[in-house]
């Protein structure tokens, strides 16, 4: 049953009542009407400039007391566990983990674990700088689509610096148990760097509990925000192990006046200036004019998505899963993702009888009755890939089975 919560929830997104039946959250998700009318005021104010100040966004929108992206930071800190000053607002996934790659000191000889199956995004910084920064890359291999904890602690050992994972195998469903991980990578000094964007806003996490040093999360999956926004958190002590690799000087504060409007009036501010980057996460940020919209479409949706109790949406969205792989059964179609809901989150990947050729076209098949759900691969690997969230129905699992059962029928 949906709760008054979820409902709720779903009203935000009418176009799910108006024949869109959308299973591709884990691609690129929509944004709430909270979101869109945000956005929509601030660009209509940017167009029209009605207090004659053109730098009103750092006042209603910044990062003072009362702005936007300090509500946002705050929101975001609130559902980690953390202080907001861990909490950088960056532009996506990948930007995060390149500010992680490029803030972790290294030396020759070290070696950075990754999984075989991972998002590129996760892998690419370090496969980018391993020769330049004469380290070496180990990657655990999959078992059945599945990381398992012992392949990546058989590949760790006294030269290891990082280990590099996604919360989730995006190309099969199958949750990775990092808080083990995440143990020995502690008790071995280890920094762990995390790609949360398959899973945060459905999966709640708690960086301290699975004792990572970075958790990297765009906004537009999971948190139903706006292109653009996302966040990059950084744990006390990694931040005062490794600074940024790059520095804005907004994302700072001055050294010679009380913050950057006083610096700016005061007549005597300079190149010369060498302004001070606290030991924190918001020092990652990039410093410049950010992305606005992005911020400002994010921190509404995490207020909607704030109104759920903690844990509700993945309890949905799991009961969801379990009802189609129930139906999958019936039709006798395979799925790469567990079967225990505890081992999945709000993705299951569907497999036809025929290999990738038939999930390919089964995907165009779907978009043209409104279904949305996309196939995807990494090392031949995947499938029809179905991704609810809190706002999905019982009704659409039946309809996507509903669909599947004709397609299997035509062959």
Known sequence: ???????????????????LCFLDWGASGLIPEASREAVKTFVDKLAECPSALSVWPWGEHG?????????????????????????????????????????????????????DLDYLAVA?????????????????????????????????????????LSTICWTTGAVIDLEAIGAECAARGILLVVDAVQTFGVVPLDPARISASFVACGGHKWLCSPLGAGFLYVSPRAAAR?????FGFL?????????WPSWFRAGDCGADE???????????????HPSWAGAIGLDRSLTLLGRTAPGEILAHVRMLGTRLIEGLDRLGLATWTPRDPA?????????????????????????????????????????????????????????LLEALARLVRGG
């Open 242 to 246: 490794a600074r940024p690799g790059r």
């Open 343 to 399: 081992l999945r989150a709000g993705t299951i990947v569907v497999r036809a009888p025929h290999g990738r050729e038939q999930e390919l076209a089964w995907c165009d098949e779907l978009r043209k009755q409104r279904i949305a759900a996309t196939a995807r691969y990494a090392k031949g690997v995947g499938g029809v890939r179905v991704c609810f969230h809190g706002m999905n129905l019982a009704a659409d699992v039946d309809r």
């Open 251 to 259: 994302s700072g504060r001055p050294s010679t006046h009380k913050d």
């Open 124 to 164: 690419l910084p370090w496969t980018m700088s391993a020769r330049a920064r004469k380290l070496e890359l180990r990657f655990a291999p999959h078992r059945e689509g599945a990381l398992h904890v012992d392949d990546v602690l058989a590949r760790i050992d006294e030269k290891t610096k990082v280990v590099a």
């Open 63 to 115: 990062d003072g007391p009362s702005g936007t992206r300090t509500a946002a930071r705050g929101r975001i800190a609130a559902a980690l566990n953390a202080k907001a000053d861990d909490v950088a607002i960056v532009e996506s996934t990948t930007q995060g983990l390149q500010m992680a790659a490029e803030a972790i000191r290294t030396t020759e000889g070290e070696n950075i674990v990754l999984f």
């Open 274 to 288: 060498t302004p001070v980057f606290p030991t924190g996460g918001m020092s990652f940020e990039t410093g410049g």
């Open 1 to 19: 049953m949906t709760s008054d919560a979820l409902r709720g929830l779903r009203s935000e997104f009418p176009v799910l009542d108006g024949g």
